[in-house]
């Protein structure tokens, strides 16, 4: 049986550039190391014996293809949200930090010389467990039983939680059980790292994540709290701090106070936006496929539904909210019609519970996002 996670349903607030370099420099390690190394000098990197090079290079040597090809993807899928909530410049040193950390623990409780980034990886899929403990992933399944001649394969969606504690449990009996050349301690280490770091993180307030964490289950916060928390940031961040009154007290050429004084009174509050305002930030891909990256500027948006043309495939991320000032994704596929213009409906629940609908025409080539019509918007049409 296989089973391979492919995507997870997360919010980028970043563009995770470090992931991908630590993902293309890895592979060229992979690739060019051979190549440009003896046998002997990639043998320093393995990891034994606490020798610093190896707590360090055996994140970037691999056995194989597969191998290589199977951690990258993990580190692709989870790296990507990691990087995106804790930042490029702090992402690289928690990784390398990790894979020292993992490294480590497999010394003390194994001690067998290893390679692979697994261990690294797993201190990143730690801290997403606590910073998108509720997020969809999404896998591929396919298993095979030879005696009814039965295959079958699919995909489906699960919680993040579900998914990495079943991972856990499997390191954990097969560091009990018999050798079978996977470094389970390895993994069990950087998954413990990874979920220390991230609670540490949240708790000194280091992480921004628009996502329910595990710190708020911990400490009795549910996603309506959450929800109304975020509310409430959006409303001191519009209305900016409010100052007193203070007096202005001129002082006249001769020293003297005069009797009256002026008051400055503060300035009004900025109203907080009634409706959603999603601009187009960029739009890439042309023909059967079409990817819109988008920023909410009004209104919070929830319970989202996406609606398109029949024929049209459509996945938008995220997909349950999308509050002010929150970036997101909208990906439209067809089997073999060019999309030249799409038209799409939002349809979401305000502030005040009530269902609400937008209609939108995209026009790809022109990087073009306009509202054709809405139930709850000013100088437009009052239908969809």
């Given amino acids: 049986m296989m089973l391979i996670p492919y995507k997870m349903e997360t919010t980028f607030t970043r563009i995770p550039y ?6 293309v420099v890895t592979s ?5 190391a051979p190549l440009m190394l003896s046998h002997e000098d990639i043998e320093q990197f393995v990891l034994r014996d606490w020798n610093l090079a190896g707590l ?8 194989g293809f597969f191998h290589l090809l199977g951690n990258m993807l993990f580190l692709w899928i989870f ?4 990087c995106s909530a804790v930042g490029n410049g702090a992402y690289a040193f928690l990784y390398i930090f990790l894979g020292m950390f993992s490294g480590a623990v497999h010394l003390m409780a194994d001690g067998q010389p290893a390679i692979g980034a697994s261990g690294a990886i797993n201190g990143i899929v730690g801290m997403t467990l606590v910073l998108f403990p509720r997020n969809k992933l999404y896998c591929w399944y396919w298993f095979f039983i030879p005696v009814l001649w039965l295959w079958k394969s699919g995909t489906f969606a699960v919680k993040t939680y579900w998914m990495i504690l079943a991972w856990l449990v499997f390191d954990i009996f097969g560091s009990i059980g018999e050798p079978d050349g996977v470094a389970h301690w390895m993994h069990i280490g950087g998954l413990a790292g990874g979920v220390i770091l991230a609670f540490t993180a949240l708790k000194f307030n280091l992480i921004e994540t628009y996502h329910h964490t595990l710190l708020d289950v911990v400490e009795g916060r549910s ?8 509310i409430n940031l959006e409303q001191q961040v519009a209305t900016g701090v409010m100052l007193e009154s203070v007096p202005l007290v001129p002082v006249e050429g001769n020293g003297q106070t005069p009797e009256t004084t002026e008051t400055v009174s503060p300035p009004p509050p900025a109203p907080l936006p009634t409706i959603p305002d999603i601009q187009l930030k960029k739009c890439v891909g042309d023909g059967t496929s079409v990817v819109l990256y988008i920023i909410n500027n009004g209104a919070t948006m929830n319970s989202l539904i996406l609606r398109a043309p029949q024929g049209v495939r459509v996945q938008m991320s995220p997909a349950k909210a ?3 000032g929150e970036n997101g994704s909208i990906r439209f596929s067809t089997e073999n019609t060019v ?7 939002i349809a979401y629940q305000n502030s005040g519970k009530e269902q609400h609908k937008i209609r939108y025409r995209c026009v790809p080539a022109e990087s073009k996002l306009e509202v054709v019509s809405s139930t709850q918007g000013n100088n437009q049409n009052p239908a969809v």
Avoid: K, M, W, Y
């Fill in 223 to 230: 996603e309506r709290d959450e929800l109304q928390r975020t």
């Fill in 56 to 63: 360090i290079g055996c994140n970037f040597l691999h056995g």
């Fill in 79 to 82: 790296g990507n949200a990691v």
């Fill in 339 to 345: 999309i030249d213009s799409i038209e799409f409906i």
């Fill in 28 to 32: 060229l390690i992979f690739f060019v």
């Fill in 322 to 324: 999308l509050r002010r």
């Fill in 18 to 23: 470090a992931n991908a370099a630590l993902i």
